[in-house]
Protein backbone atom coordinates (compact mmCIF):
# COMPACT_ATOMS: atom_id res chain seq x y z
CA UNK A 1 0.00 0.00 0.00
CA UNK A 2 1.61 3.23 -1.01
CA UNK A 3 0.35 6.45 0.80
CA UNK A 4 0.52 10.35 -0.48
CA UNK A 5 0.26 13.55 1.77
CA UNK A 6 -0.65 16.82 0.43
CA UNK A 7 -0.39 20.13 2.25
CA UNK A 8 3.04 19.57 4.65
CA UNK A 9 2.66 22.82 6.58
CA UNK A 10 2.24 23.58 10.44
CA UNK A 11 0.58 20.14 11.30
CA UNK A 12 0.99 18.40 7.66
CA UNK A 13 5.01 18.45 7.60
CA UNK A 14 4.61 16.64 11.41
CA UNK A 15 1.46 14.36 10.53
CA UNK A 16 4.11 13.13 7.73
CA UNK A 17 7.05 12.65 9.60
CA UNK A 18 4.39 9.80 11.87
CA UNK A 19 3.55 8.16 8.38
CA UNK A 20 7.41 7.37 7.61
CA UNK A 21 8.06 6.69 11.65
CA UNK A 22 5.99 4.13 10.83
CA UNK A 23 7.46 3.07 8.00
CA UNK A 24 4.77 3.85 5.59
CA UNK A 25 6.29 4.70 1.74
CA UNK A 26 4.97 8.17 1.35
CA UNK A 27 4.62 10.52 -1.44
CA UNK A 28 4.21 14.71 -0.59
CA UNK A 29 3.40 17.50 -2.50
CA UNK A 30 3.43 21.22 -0.90
CA UNK A 31 2.77 24.61 -3.01
CA UNK A 32 5.66 25.64 -1.52
CA UNK A 33 8.63 22.75 -2.25
CA UNK A 34 11.10 24.00 -0.01
CA UNK A 35 8.31 23.55 3.10
CA UNK A 36 8.64 19.55 2.26
CA UNK A 37 12.04 19.25 1.26
CA UNK A 38 13.24 18.12 4.76
CA UNK A 39 11.04 15.05 4.50
CA UNK A 40 13.43 13.42 1.75
CA UNK A 41 15.95 12.35 4.08
CA UNK A 42 12.95 10.51 6.18
CA UNK A 43 12.25 8.38 3.41
CA UNK A 44 9.50 10.44 1.30
CA UNK A 45 9.32 11.00 -2.11
CA UNK A 46 8.31 14.44 -3.36
CA UNK A 47 6.14 15.05 -5.84
CA UNK A 48 6.01 18.08 -8.40
CA UNK A 49 2.16 17.73 -8.91
CA UNK A 50 -0.43 16.59 -7.00
CA UNK A 51 -1.61 14.42 -9.68
CA UNK A 52 1.66 12.81 -9.47
CA UNK A 53 0.41 12.43 -5.72
CA UNK A 54 -2.47 10.51 -6.59
CA UNK A 55 -0.75 8.73 -9.55
CA UNK A 56 1.55 7.09 -6.69
CA UNK A 57 -0.48 6.50 -3.81
CA UNK A 58 -3.47 4.07 -3.20
CA UNK A 59 -4.74 6.73 -0.27
CA UNK A 60 -3.90 10.38 0.26
CA UNK A 61 -4.36 12.80 2.89
CA UNK A 62 -5.30 16.06 2.91
CA UNK A 63 -4.48 18.64 5.82
CA UNK A 64 -4.72 21.74 3.81
CA UNK A 65 -6.04 25.41 4.54
CA UNK A 66 -9.65 25.49 3.18
CA UNK A 67 -12.06 23.95 0.91
CA UNK A 68 -10.83 26.62 -1.76
CA UNK A 69 -7.26 25.21 -1.62
CA UNK A 70 -8.50 21.54 -1.15
CA UNK A 71 -10.51 22.31 -4.42
CA UNK A 72 -7.82 23.56 -6.46
CA UNK A 73 -5.62 21.11 -5.77
CA UNK A 74 -7.03 17.50 -5.57
CA UNK A 75 -9.92 18.92 -8.09
CA UNK A 76 -7.78 20.20 -10.71
CA UNK A 77 -7.30 19.32 -14.10
CA UNK A 78 -3.96 17.70 -13.06
CA UNK A 79 -5.53 15.70 -10.11
CA UNK A 80 -9.23 14.96 -11.05
CA UNK A 81 -8.14 12.25 -13.83
CA UNK A 82 -6.23 10.06 -11.10
CA UNK A 83 -8.97 10.41 -8.31
CA UNK A 84 -10.25 7.03 -9.49
CA UNK A 85 -10.13 3.88 -7.00
CA UNK A 86 -8.23 6.74 -4.71
CA UNK A 87 -9.18 6.84 -1.33
CA UNK A 88 -8.83 10.56 0.09
CA UNK A 89 -8.88 10.96 2.99
CA UNK A 90 -9.66 15.07 4.47
CA UNK A 91 -7.83 16.16 7.39
CA UNK A 92 -8.20 19.68 7.72
CA UNK A 93 -11.04 21.48 9.24
CA UNK A 94 -13.78 23.10 6.71
CA UNK A 95 -17.94 23.03 7.02
CA UNK A 96 -19.81 19.86 7.26
CA UNK A 97 -21.21 21.14 4.20
CA UNK A 98 -18.23 21.32 2.70
CA UNK A 99 -17.28 18.16 3.44
CA UNK A 100 -20.17 16.87 1.89
CA UNK A 101 -20.09 18.51 -1.37
CA UNK A 102 -16.47 17.15 -2.22
CA UNK A 103 -17.50 13.71 -0.77
CA UNK A 104 -20.68 13.68 -3.78
CA UNK A 105 -17.79 15.15 -6.48
CA UNK A 106 -14.53 12.66 -5.51
CA UNK A 107 -17.58 9.94 -5.51
CA UNK A 108 -18.56 11.04 -8.88
CA UNK A 109 -15.12 10.47 -10.68
CA UNK A 110 -14.56 6.71 -9.05
CA UNK A 111 -12.80 7.72 -5.79
CA UNK A 112 -13.57 7.30 -1.85
CA UNK A 113 -13.73 9.87 0.40
CA UNK A 114 -13.61 9.97 4.27
CA UNK A 115 -13.21 13.10 6.90
CA UNK A 116 -10.57 12.26 9.62
CA UNK A 117 -10.21 16.39 11.33
CA UNK A 118 -7.99 16.06 14.82
CA UNK A 119 -8.24 17.64 18.13
CA UNK A 120 -4.63 18.85 19.24
CA UNK A 121 -1.87 20.47 17.96
CA UNK A 122 2.07 19.78 17.10
CA UNK A 123 3.12 18.12 20.47
CA UNK A 124 -0.05 15.22 20.04
CA UNK A 125 0.84 14.92 16.82
CA UNK A 126 4.77 14.14 17.25
CA UNK A 127 3.51 11.22 19.74
CA UNK A 128 0.50 9.81 18.29
CA UNK A 129 -2.15 11.13 20.71
CA UNK A 130 -4.34 13.44 18.68
CA UNK A 131 -8.29 12.70 18.95
CA UNK A 132 -9.01 11.65 15.42
CA UNK A 133 -12.61 12.10 14.60
CA UNK A 134 -13.77 10.25 11.73
CA UNK A 135 -17.03 10.97 9.07
CA UNK A 136 -17.17 7.96 7.28
CA UNK A 137 -19.21 4.68 6.48
CA UNK A 138 -18.65 1.76 9.01
CA UNK A 139 -16.41 -0.14 6.65
CA UNK A 140 -14.54 2.81 5.70
CA UNK A 141 -13.72 3.32 9.38
CA UNK A 142 -12.25 -0.72 9.53
CA UNK A 143 -11.03 -0.54 6.37
CA UNK A 144 -8.38 3.06 7.72
CA UNK A 145 -8.50 2.70 10.93
CA UNK A 146 -5.35 1.53 11.21
CA UNK A 147 -3.86 4.07 9.52
CA UNK A 148 -5.58 6.47 11.44
CA UNK A 149 -4.12 4.88 14.76
CA UNK A 150 -0.92 6.70 13.41
CA UNK A 151 -2.16 9.78 14.50
CA UNK A 152 -4.14 8.71 17.43
CA UNK A 153 -4.88 5.52 19.64
CA UNK A 154 -8.79 5.75 19.17
CA UNK A 155 -9.94 7.24 16.39
CA UNK A 156 -13.69 7.92 16.72
CA UNK A 157 -16.53 6.86 14.54
CA UNK A 158 -18.85 10.01 14.65
CA UNK A 159 -21.01 9.02 11.78
CA UNK A 160 -21.60 9.82 8.25
CA UNK A 161 -19.20 12.64 6.11
CA UNK A 162 -19.96 15.85 7.78
CA UNK A 163 -20.66 14.89 11.34
CA UNK A 164 -17.06 14.55 12.66
CA UNK A 165 -16.21 18.04 10.86
CA UNK A 166 -19.37 19.13 13.49
CA UNK A 167 -17.94 17.87 16.43
CA UNK A 168 -14.27 19.50 15.20
CA UNK A 169 -16.05 22.84 14.82
CA UNK A 170 -18.12 22.57 17.72
CA UNK A 171 -14.72 21.84 19.43
CA UNK A 172 -13.23 24.65 18.01
CA UNK A 173 -15.65 27.04 18.98
CA UNK A 174 -15.29 25.78 22.72
CA UNK A 175 -11.13 27.05 22.41
CA UNK A 176 -12.02 30.55 21.28
CA UNK A 177 -15.13 31.10 24.03
CA UNK A 178 -12.87 29.17 26.73
CA UNK A 179 -9.64 31.29 26.02
CA UNK A 180 -11.34 34.68 25.21
CA UNK A 181 -12.83 34.06 29.14
CA UNK A 182 -9.99 32.87 30.69
CA UNK A 183 -7.63 36.08 28.83
CA UNK A 184 -10.61 38.12 29.96
CA UNK A 185 -11.14 37.17 33.58
CA UNK A 186 -6.85 37.41 33.51
CA UNK A 187 -6.58 40.59 32.66
CA UNK A 188 -9.45 41.61 35.25
CA UNK A 189 -8.15 40.11 38.08
CA UNK A 190 -4.36 41.92 37.27
CA UNK A 191 -6.17 45.24 36.73
CA UNK A 192 -7.99 44.79 40.25
CA UNK A 193 -4.97 43.94 42.05
CA UNK A 194 -5.67 40.67 42.78
CA UNK A 195 -2.48 37.93 43.21
CA UNK A 196 -2.51 35.95 39.64
CA UNK A 197 -1.35 32.60 42.15
CA UNK A 198 -4.37 33.21 44.75
CA UNK A 199 -6.88 33.19 41.01
CA UNK A 200 -5.26 30.76 39.93
CA UNK A 201 -5.71 28.06 42.82
CA UNK A 202 -9.39 29.42 43.03
CA UNK A 203 -9.90 28.43 39.51
CA UNK A 204 -8.09 25.14 39.65
CA UNK A 205 -10.44 24.49 42.17
CA UNK A 206 -13.45 25.14 40.80
CA UNK A 207 -15.57 23.53 38.00
CA UNK A 208 -15.41 26.27 35.96
CA UNK A 209 -11.30 24.82 35.73
CA UNK A 210 -10.25 23.71 32.17
CA UNK A 211 -6.66 22.46 31.32
CA UNK A 212 -6.30 25.18 28.40
CA UNK A 213 -5.97 27.27 31.10
CA UNK A 214 -2.97 26.32 32.45
CA UNK A 215 -1.36 25.56 28.66
CA UNK A 216 -2.07 29.46 27.95
CA UNK A 217 -1.27 31.16 31.41
CA UNK A 218 2.52 31.86 31.22
CA UNK A 219 2.67 32.65 27.83
CA UNK A 220 -0.57 34.86 28.50
CA UNK A 221 1.51 36.56 31.57
CA UNK A 222 4.38 36.94 29.27
CA UNK A 223 3.05 37.83 26.61
CA UNK A 224 4.78 35.43 24.56
CA UNK A 225 3.24 34.18 21.62
CA UNK A 226 5.84 32.99 19.25
CA UNK A 227 5.93 29.43 17.91
CA UNK A 228 2.60 28.99 17.93
CA UNK A 229 0.63 25.30 17.67
CA UNK A 230 -2.30 26.97 16.53
CA UNK A 231 -2.08 30.89 15.08
CA UNK A 232 -4.69 33.36 15.44
CA UNK A 233 -5.66 33.50 11.76
CA UNK A 234 -6.70 29.74 11.69
CA UNK A 235 -9.19 30.64 14.84
CA UNK A 236 -10.57 33.44 13.07
CA UNK A 237 -11.23 31.10 9.91
CA UNK A 238 -12.84 28.48 11.98
CA UNK A 239 -15.00 30.77 14.08
CA UNK A 240 -16.19 32.12 10.49
CA UNK A 241 -16.70 28.95 9.75
CA UNK A 242 -18.74 27.45 12.64
CA UNK A 243 -20.74 31.12 12.32
CA UNK A 244 -21.40 30.41 8.89
CA UNK A 245 -22.95 26.40 9.47
CA UNK A 246 -24.86 27.69 12.49
CA UNK A 247 -26.72 30.20 10.77
CA UNK A 248 -28.31 27.60 8.85
CA UNK A 249 -29.08 25.86 12.52
CA UNK A 250 -30.44 28.89 13.16
CA UNK A 251 -28.57 29.09 16.55
CA UNK A 252 -27.82 32.52 18.64
CA UNK A 253 -24.30 33.14 17.59
CA UNK A 254 -24.15 36.49 19.42
CA UNK A 255 -21.16 35.28 22.02
CA UNK A 256 -19.14 33.94 19.83
CA UNK A 257 -19.44 36.74 17.23
CA UNK A 258 -17.93 38.71 20.19
CA UNK A 259 -15.09 36.58 20.27
CA UNK A 260 -14.46 36.77 16.62
CA UNK A 261 -13.99 40.53 17.43
CA UNK A 262 -11.48 39.65 19.97
CA UNK A 263 -9.46 37.53 17.06
CA UNK A 264 -10.15 40.35 14.71
CA UNK A 265 -8.22 42.70 16.69
CA UNK A 266 -5.58 40.39 17.52
CA UNK A 267 -5.12 39.90 13.94
CA UNK A 268 -4.97 43.82 13.60
CA UNK A 269 -1.96 44.05 16.03
CA UNK A 270 -0.09 42.19 14.01
CA UNK A 271 -0.65 38.84 15.42
CA UNK A 272 -1.84 36.69 12.86
CA UNK A 273 0.57 34.13 12.51
CA UNK A 274 1.02 34.12 16.88
CA UNK A 275 -0.33 31.38 18.79
CA UNK A 276 -3.96 31.63 19.65
CA UNK A 277 -3.36 33.00 23.09
CA UNK A 278 -2.75 36.52 21.81
CA UNK A 279 -6.53 37.28 22.43
CA UNK A 280 -5.58 38.02 25.87
CA UNK A 281 -3.44 41.19 23.89
CA UNK A 282 -6.71 42.22 22.04
CA UNK A 283 -8.74 42.33 25.72
CA UNK A 284 -6.03 43.17 28.14
CA UNK A 285 -3.37 45.40 25.71
CA UNK A 286 -0.01 46.45 27.90
CA UNK A 287 -0.12 49.55 29.14
CA UNK A 288 1.84 52.13 28.05
CA UNK A 289 5.65 52.83 30.16
Same mark, same amino acid.
Given at each position: ??????????????????????????????????? /????????????????????? /???? =??????????????????????????????????????????????? !?????????? +?????????????? +?????????????????????????? +????????????????????????????????????????????????? !?????????? =??????????????????? /?????????????????????????????????????????????? /????????
Amino acid at each position: MNYGLIGTGLMGFPMAMQLLKAGLTLSVFNRTREK /AQPLIEHGATISSTPGDVLAA /ADCV =LLMLTDTAAIRSIILSEDARPHLAHRTIIQMGTITPSESRILAEEIQ !AVGGEYLEAP +VLGSIPQVKDGSLI +VMVGATEQQFADWRSLLQVFGPEPTL +VGPVGTAMALKLAMNQLIAGLTNAFALSLGFVQRQGVDTDTFMDVVRES !ALYAPTFDKK =LSRMLDRNFDNPNFPSKHL /AKDIGLFLQEAKDCDLMTDSLSGVQSVVERAISLGLSNADYSALYE /AVNPESPD
